[in-house]
């Protein structure tokens, strides 16, 4: 039986990445809109993205206690509807977004 998520129709995606040990040499900075790929790789994002579980995740922050020089990462989806915010660093990557950011990082 399929599961039946909302899925937005215009949708931009930032993906910010800060710190670790080779600050400032590892910031970067991934924007991909879906306005502006190709039909098939527009779907293909849109298909990683699930409003509610955004919504559930929204504003939140994950990081964890353990390592110094762990990687950050500020998650951003822009939607038809509303703005999603998520933080979270290398070892505390919500499951329910990991997908979409393996993703994101191929996009870099």
Do not use: W
């Not at 298909?47 to 939140?60: E, G, S, Y």
């Not at 933080?87 to 977004?97: C, E, H, L, Q």
Request: proline share 5%.
């Amino acid at each position: 039986m399929p599961i039946n998520h909302r899925r937005p129709k215009k949708l931009k995606v930032t993906l910010k990445q800060s710190g670790g040990f080779a600050m400032p040499l590892a910031n970067k900075k991934i924007v991909v809109d879906t306005q502006l790929l190709p039909e098939v790789e527009s779907s293909k994002l849109k298909n990683l993205i699930d409003q509610d579980t955004l919504k559930k995740l929204n504003t939140q922050k994950f990081h964890s206690s353990k390592g110094a020089d762990l990687m950050n990462y500020e998650l951003i989806v822009e939607t038809d509807d509303d703005v999603y915010n998520i933080d979270f660093d290398d070892m505390s990557i919500p499951k329910n977004i990991t997908t979409l950011f393996e993703y994101l990082m191929k996009k870099s």
